[in-house]
């Protein structure tokens, strides 16, 4: 059985960590997340890189524990100069919903 690939947050602006309150910047989606969690915030990316098309996603910030955070955002594969996905560029946008 092959395993899939770890993910990081290669980078994360100071708009996201600001509003989540960390910075996980280079850190692997294993290091941060329960296993449940980690496999629901790889889904998108590895729809990504099959399908080879942007992702828009909306909802409240669950994973975060920050569940009065709306959030939108919108993810874009990269493949350089192969066909392959390579890396995935993102943008997001909170808005606080309620405390």
């Known amino acids: 059985e092959t395993k899939p690939p770890r ?3 290669r980078l994360l602006g ?19 997340y329960p296993p449940e969690d980690a ?7 590895f729809l990504i890189q ?3 098309v942007p992702l828009r996603l909306t909802g ?3 994973f975060a524990g920050k569940d ?15 066909q392959s996905v ?8 909170y808005e606080i919903t309620g405390t």
């Open 14 to 32: 100071t708009h996201t960590t600001e509003m989540l309150g960390r910075d996980n910047t280079g850190k692997f989606f294993d290091e941060l």
């Open 50 to 52: 099959e399908e080879r």
């Open 68 to 82: 009065w955070i709306h959030y939108e955002c919108l993810y874009l594969p990269y493949a350089g100069d192969t």
């Open 39 to 45: 496999r629901d915030m790889a889904a998108p990316v």
């Open 86 to 93: 390579a890396m995935i560029v993102g943008g997001i946008v």
């Open 60 to 62: 409240q910030s669950l």
């Open 7 to 9: 993910l990081r947050w």
